[in-house]
């Protein structure tokens, strides 16, 4: 059963970054996708970034134009950890961030994932 376990978050001033970790076992970085997603109170959640089991990675993020450039994922291998790092945040950014997991290749949609690491809070704040 894969486990995912998250660290990182905070609260950060706008312009600030993050960098979120994602710390899976049970799996295998080589063979499972890891997308990056958040929540915000009354929203649905939504996909950021996500890196292939080949290591490719997707920024969902850069779909939108007021996200664009600032997420990316990214992942060590031999740690088994995933990373999303995050740039240039602004109060529009606050949100729990998830990262999940799924065989190969990376998905939008959240009900494609089956593992999902406990979540963090990020708040973007002066």
């Known amino acids: 059963q894969p486990l995912l376990v998250q660290s990182g978050g905070g609260l950060v001033q706008p312009g600030g970054s993050l960098r979120l970790s994602c710390i899976a076992s049970?799996?295998?970085?080589?063979?499972?996708?890891i997308g990056w997603f958040r929540q915000a109170p009354g929203k649905e959640r939504e996909v950021v970034s996500c890196i292939h089991s080949g290591g490719e990675v997707l920024n969902y993020a850069d779909w939108t134009d007021s996200l664009k450039g600032r997420f990316a994922a990214s992942r060590n291998v031999a740690n088994n950890t995933a990373y999303l790092q995050m740039n240039n945040l602004k109060p529009e950014d606050t949100a729990v961030y998830y990262c999940?997991?799924?065989?190969?290749?990376?998905?939008?949609?959240?009900?494609?994932?089956?593992?999902w690491g406990q979540g963090t809070q990020v708040t973007v704040s002066s």
């Open positions: 999940a997991s799924r065989p190969t290749r990376c998905l939008r949609w959240p009900r494609e994932y089956g593992a």
């Open positions: 049970g799996i295998s970085l080589d063979y499972y996708a």
